[in-house]
């Protein structure tokens, strides 16, 4: 299979890219920084050297960049399946949040999906084939502290699923909203978190390659995960 995942140089993306690679399927990925994202694609290809791996950096916050990168991508392959995990949270609350907040953080969480969606969908279409996974958070199913603009932002994207799972269910192509709780990635280094307490990248990346695994007439609509011992 061809895979797109966004924001793949680091944590949930990059363990999502390895689980993949691990199972011999084709990679094309993206990120913003390049360095991070060359240094992911290094890494991966010297554990899988059997697999064909190309990458694309890119700040997808921009729709032009976005733009760019899905053309770069059509110009390779046609998706079977497109990981959007793109996304960052912004900690604030709403009534003294900088007056941008919000709109910084539905760029990079909603509009990234939206309009890689846009552009790789027909392609997905027209093979009657695909797979969209829309990696959300447990901040898209209820109100969360000290987040108001980035749960406000996941929350869209959990609606944009529910929206493009009804659109595409007729077509061929599964529509997967994943709702991790917290997940020790770079973000928790240095944060006093024991990485015991909460989840592995690994454990999201796992669930998300079983989920393509079923048959053409079953779809896992949503996957929530949260650590064994609650929320944060």
């Not at 140089?9 to 690679?21: H, L």
């Not at 973000?187 to 909460?198: A, E, N, T």
Request: one cysteine or more.
């Amino acid at each position: 299979m061809n895979i797109v995942i966004t924001g793949a140089s680091k944590g949930i993306g990059f363990s999502i890219a390895k689980i993949f690679a691990a199972h011999g399927h084709q990679l094309f990925l993206t990120s913003k920084t390049k360095k991070d994202l060359e240094q992911a694609v290094l890494d991966l290809k010297n554990a899988y050297p059997q697999v064909q791996l190309e990458a694309f950096a890119a700040d997808l916050s921009i729709a032009s960049e976005v733009h760019a990168f899905t053309k770069w991508c059509l110009e390779k392959t046609i998706p079977d399946v497109l990981v959007n995990n793109a996304g960052y949270f912004l900690p604030g609350n709403i009534i003294d949040a900088p007056k941008d907040q919000l709109a910084s953080q539905l760029d990079v969480n909603l509009f990234s999906a939206y309009y890689t969606t846009q552009d790789l969908v027909p392609s997905m279409i027209a093979k009657g084939a695909g797979h969209i996974f829309n990696i959300c958070s447990i901040a898209s199913l209820d109100a969360y502290e000290n987040g108001g603009a980035y749960s406000i932002s996941k929350f869209a994207l959990h609606g944009f699923s529910k929206n493009l799972r009804l659109e595409l269910q007729n077509k061929g192509i599964k529509v997967t909203a994943v709702f991790p709780g917290a997940v020790y990635t770079n973000s928790w280094s240095g944060s006093g978190v024991d990485p015991k307490r909460i989840m592995e990248a690994a454990d999201i990346a796992q669930m998300i390659y079983a989920a393509t695994q079923l048959s053409p007439q079953a779809v896992v609509e949503d996957i929530v995960m949260r650590p064994q011992l609650g929320d944060l």
